[in-house]
C-alpha cells in the first residue's frame, strides 16, 4: 500500500485500535489457549495456502473459532495470518499487515459476540440441530457486515470510489461464498466439541479444500476463456483500428436483449461471445480491401463477403463457444434472404445470430465516425423497427427497444471514439467503408453506396441502420 492517502492510513489505525480495544477483556476471560494457538496456526496456514494457490481467503477456521471461542480469544486467530508473505510472495508493507489482522480481527469478535448472545455455544456443545443453525447464521451475517462495512470504507478512502458505489453490492456478493465457509466452520466447531475432538474438526478441511480445487479450477479455465477472447479482439482491433470498441459494444447490447428474453445465464454468456467475436473474420480479409480508398470491385466484394466464413473457421475448434459460432457465421443474413453468406431465410437463421444482427447495426448507427455524428438511441431505434420484418428480427428489435428503455445506454468510450469539433473535416481516405456502406444499404440507398463507397463490404459490423 505505497503512496496511501493519509486519511486512508488514520482509517486503518482507527480500525486497528477498535481491534485492540476487542481484545481488552481477555484477562478477565477463561480462554482455551491451546485451542486459540491451535487455530490460529491452522488458520494461518490455510491462509497461506489460499493466498499462493487461489488467490483467494478462507474463513472456515475463522468462523469455527468464533463459534468455539469468547469474543476476546477468537478475534486472536486471524493475527497470525498478518505474518505471512503476499500473494505472489512479496512482503507486505507495514500498514497492509495491520489491515491483514485488524480487518478479520474486528469481522470474527463481532461474529462471536452474536453467537454466545444468542446461545450458540450451548446449541453447539450439545450439537442442537437444526437450533444451531440459528445462532450460526447470524455469526455469519455480522462478520459479512462487518467485513463490507471496513472494505467499502477502504475503498472510498485509499482508492478514492465514491461513497455510493464504495458500499453497493459489497454485502451481497460475499454472503453466500461466507455462508458456505460458516455452514463449514460450524461443523468443524460441533466436531471439536464431540468426543473425537480437534482431529475429527480438521477432516471438514478436505473436502472443502477439493471443492475449492473445483472451484479454482474453473474460475482459471473461465480465465483462460476470456483470455483468448480478448486475444482475438485485440487482433481484429490491431487489423481493423478505425472501429476499435465496436466489438465489446456489440457484445453488451447482445447481453441487453439476451437478458430481455429471459435466456439463462450461461446462454447470455455466450451471446456476449458472439457479439465481441462477430467480426473476428476480418483477419482473413486483406487489410488492403478493408482500406481501399475507392470502389470494389465485385471480386474483391466477393472476397470481404466471406468474412463471416472465415471468422467461423477460426473458432469452430474453441469448444466454449457453443452457438456463438453460429452467430458470426449467419449474423449478416436478413429474414427476407437478401443477406450473406448463405442467404437464409426467416426461422432458418439461428436465434443467436439475430439477436447479435441487431445490436451490431445499433452500434454502428449510434457510433461516432470522424466522417458523420453517432445517431441518438431513439433515431436508431426507429430505423431498427422500420427494417424489422424484412432485414432484422421484430423480437430482438422490440426486446433492445424495452431494454434500452429500463436501463439506458451506456457504452464503454474508447479513445478512437473522440466527440466531432463542430465543423467536421473531410472524411480520411482509410475511413471504414464496411460501416458507411452497410448503413446506406439498410436505409434502401444501395446504388448511392456502391457509387460512393464501392459497397466496400457489407462486412460491415453492421448491417447498419
Not at 176 to 189: E, K, R, S, Y
Not at 250 to 269: F, H, K, P, T, Y
Not at 283 to 300: I, N, Q, S, Y
Amino acid at each position: 500500500m505505497e503512496a496511501v492517502p493519509t486519511r486512508a492510513r488514520v482509517y486503518v489505525a482507527c480500525v486497528a485500535l477498535l481491534a485492540l480495544l476487542c481484545l481488552l477483556p481477555l484477562p478477565r476471560t477463561h480462554v482455551p489457549w491451546w485451542a486459540v494457538a491451535l487455530l490460529a496456526v491452522l488458520y494461518a496456514a490455510c491462509e497461506y495456502v489460499a493466498r499462493r494457490r487461489f488467490a483467494g481467503t478462507f474463513y472456515p477456521v475463522l468462523l469455527a473459532g468464533a463459534f468455539l471461542l469468547p469474543p476476546p480469544a477468537a478475534a486472536l486467530v486471524p493475527l497470525s495470518a498478518a505474518l505471512l508473505p503476499g500473494g505472489a510472495g512479496s512482503a507486505p508493507t507495514p500498514l497492509r499487515r495491520v489491515w491483514r489482522a485488524a480487518q478479520p480481527a474486528l469481522a470474527v469478535w463481532a461474529a462471536s459476540r452474536v453467537h454466545w448472545m444468542l446461545g450458540g455455544r450451548d446449541a453447539v456443545v450439545g450439537a442442537d440441530f437444526p437450533y444451531a443453525l440459528v445462532p450460526a447464521g447470524a455469526a455469519v451475517l455480522a462478520f459479512c457486515l462487518v467485513l463490507a462495512v471496513l472494505d467499502g470504507g477502504i475503498l472510498a478512502l485509499a482508492e478514492r470510489v465514491p461513497a455510493r458505489r464504495a458500499w453497493r453490492g459489497l454485502l451481497a456478493r460475499s454472503l453466500a461464498p461466507i455462508a458456505v465457509h460458516g455452514l463449514a466452520g460450524l461443523m468443524m466447531a460441533v466436531l471439536w466439541r464431540s468426543p473425537y475432538g480437534p482431529v475429527a474438526a480438521l477432516l471438514v478441511l478436505l473436502p472443502m479444500c477439493v471443492s475449492w480445487w473445483v472451484f479454482a479450477q474453473y474460475h482459471r479455465e473461465r480465465a483462460a476463456h476470456q483470455a483468448t477472447i480478448r486475444a482475438l479482439v485485440q487482433a481484429v482491433d490491431i487489423k481493423d483500428g478505425y472501429t476499435r470498441g465496436h466489438s465489446e459494444r456489440v457484445g453488451q447490447a447482445s447481453v441487453m436483449i439476451a437478458r430481455e428474453l429471459d435466456m439463462d445465464d450461461e446462454r447470455v454468456e455466450v451471446l456476449r461471445f458472439a457479439g465481441i467475436l462477430h467480426d473476428v473474420g476480418k483477419l482473413g480479409v486483406p487489410t488492403r480491401l478493408l482500406r481501399k480508398d475507392g470502389p470494389l470491385t465485385p471480386e474483391e466484394r466477393r472476397v470481404i463477403e466471406l468474412h463471416p466464413e472465415y471468422g467461423h473457421e477460426m473458432v469452430r475448434g474453441i469448444s466454449f463457444l457453443g452457438e456463438a459460432r453460429a452467430a458470426i457465421l449467419h449474423h449478416h443474413e436478413r429474414l427476407d434472404g437478401s443477406g450473406y453468406p448463405y442467404g437464409l431465410m426467416g426461422g432458418q437463421i439461428p436465434e443467436c445470430a439475430r439477436v447479435v444482427a441487431v445490436a451490431d447495426a445499433f452500434d454502428a448507427m449510434t457510433s461516432t465516425r470522424s466522417y458523420r455524428r453517432a445517431r441518438p438511441v431513439q433515431a436508431a431505434l426507429e430505423e431498427l423497427e422500420r427494417c424489422a420484418g424484412a432485414q432484422f428480427d421484430p423480437r430482438m428489435v422490440t426486446a433492445l427497444a424495452q431494454a434500452l428503455g429500463r436501463y439506458g445506454w451506456h457504452p464503454t468510450v474508447t479513445a478512437d471514439e473522440t466527440p466531432l469539433p463542430t465543423s467536421p473535416p473531410a472524411p480520411p481516405p482509410s475511413r471504414d467503408a464496411v460501416d458507411r456502406a452497410e448503413e446506406n444499404r439498410t436505409e434502401g440507398n444501395r446504388a448511392e453506396a456502391d457509387r460512393a463507397e464501392g459497397d466496400r463490404d457489407r462486412v460491415g459490423r453492421g448491417a447498419a441502420s
